[in-house]
């Protein structure tokens, strides 16, 4: 887990910078485009991402870590209707995946991004009003089981390296997902 920090530092802070706070949270419809485009990438993802990670291997469970249902259920608390869902444009750039070890890198990218989304979270909630209960349980996901769930996945990365898992496929997982999710945000709706 370190060295997948340490070796993917500059495209985490590339993606970072793409993540304007004050202008998703200056007003809900900024807000309401985020959450638009961050369910247009894990739409799109999740499904390419779950086929590819070794679950069994880590001793995961996907259903608890999917979040591109909470996504849908966000958009529909901000008052999208199914339709609306459903014409969203999803992401069509997504990184390959093509053994276990990128899709790992991949799960560390999106696992890691729950840590931040409470920071995002409590801002959002500060400055408009969502909760988790009403438009904001993406970035508030896992709740208090953050900590806990972050554990288990830096314990099944290590475990997997260990047994042999090739970190350097890890590390280029990681960075593809990083610039994928980056250019996504970064590009405009049709």
């Keep these: 887990m370190r060295q997948l920090r340490e ?3 500059q495209e985490h ?3 970072e910078s793409a993540f304007d706070l004050a202008q998703v949270t200056e007003s809900v419809e900024a807000y309401r485009a985020v959450v638009a485009r961050n369910f247009g990438f894990y739409a799109a993802f ?3 991402l779950w086929r590819a990670v070794p ?4 001793q995961l469970s996907s259903e608890e870590r999917r979040k591109a249902g909470t996504l849908r259920a966000d958009l529909t608390a901000l008052g999208f209707s199914e339709a609306e869902i459903e014409a969203l444009p999803t992401c069509d750039r997504l990184p390959s995946l ?3 070890e990128r899709a790992i890198g991949a799960m560390y990218v999106l696992e890691g991004s729950t840590l931040g989304g ?3 979270g409590r801002e959002i909630d500060r400055r408009l009003g969502l909760s988790p209960e009403n438009g904001a349980a993406f970035f508030a996901s896992y709740a208090a089981q953050i900590g806990t769930r972050w554990r288990a996945f830096g314990a099944a990365v290590e475990r997997y390296a260990e047994a042999g898992g090739d ?3 890890m590390i280029n997982g990681a960075r593809a997902t990083f610039s994928a999710y980056r250019d996504w945000l970064l590009s405009r709706p049709a």
Excluded: D, F, K
């Excluded at 679950?55 to 880590?58: A, I, R, T």
């Design 98 to 100: 093509v053994t276990p």
């Design 118 to 120: 409470q920071i995002i």
């Design 13 to 15: 802070e590339l993606t």
């Design 55 to 58: 679950w069994s291997e880590l």
């Design 7 to 9: 070796e993917t530092r």
């Design 167 to 169: 970190i350097n496929g």
């Design 46 to 48: 999740e499904p390419h």
